[in-house]
């Protein structure tokens, strides 16, 4: 519900009583792309967080799901070969830049990565803007990542998985 709420309140910050000819803070297309790449960066990381610390109700909302992909506790071993560190690299560049090709916490935090900076390069093409669009822009892309993060976060926390 806070959630839903405080995207109400950013949703009204874009309507306008009249013109002034000042440029108004809004919600427009391009905040739509960016605060859907953040959301998604949110998201990744609440996933993350889902299988670094409540991995036994994740594994019980998904049965059957793959231990070696998801588990992070057994999944690190992915990127060496035969799932030891003496081996060596499971395949070139394993252990470094393709390291998110071995198991979904290193997917994730590629995703999350790729998606915020996405959203950074995009708004840095925007130009200058006054101090007060920047604090607006601050809050808006907070609330967006935030609710990702709660999406993916927040459901494996409030049931008991005893």
Request: aromatic letters at 18%; proline letters at 4%; one cysteine or more.
């Amino acid at each position: 519900m806070r959630i839903i709420t405080a995207l109400l309140v950013f949703v009204s910050f874009s309507l306008h009583a009249q013109d002034t000819g000042k440029k108004k803070w809004r919600i427009d297309k391009n905040k739509i792309l960016t605060g859907g790449l953040v959301f998604v960066g949110g998201a990744a990381k609440g996933f993350n967080e889902t299988l670094q610390f409540n991995y036994k109700m994740f594994e019980k909302t998904f049965p059957g799901v793959n231990k070696q992909w998801f588990d992070p506790k057994v999944s690190w071993r992915n990127k060496y070969e035969g799932g030891n560190p003496d081996n060596g690299p499971r395949f070139f560049l394993s252990t470094s830049v393709l390291v998110m090709f071995t198991d979904q916490y290193h997917l994730n935090n590629f995703i999350q990565r790729t998606a915020i900076m996405s959203a950074l390069i995009i708004k840095i093409g925007e130009g200058k803007k006054p101090l007060k669009h920047y604090l607006f822009d601050l809050a808006y892309y907070s609330a967006c990542y935030s609710a990702g993060f709660a999406a993916t976060y927040y459901p494996f926390t409030s049931r008991d998985y005893k």
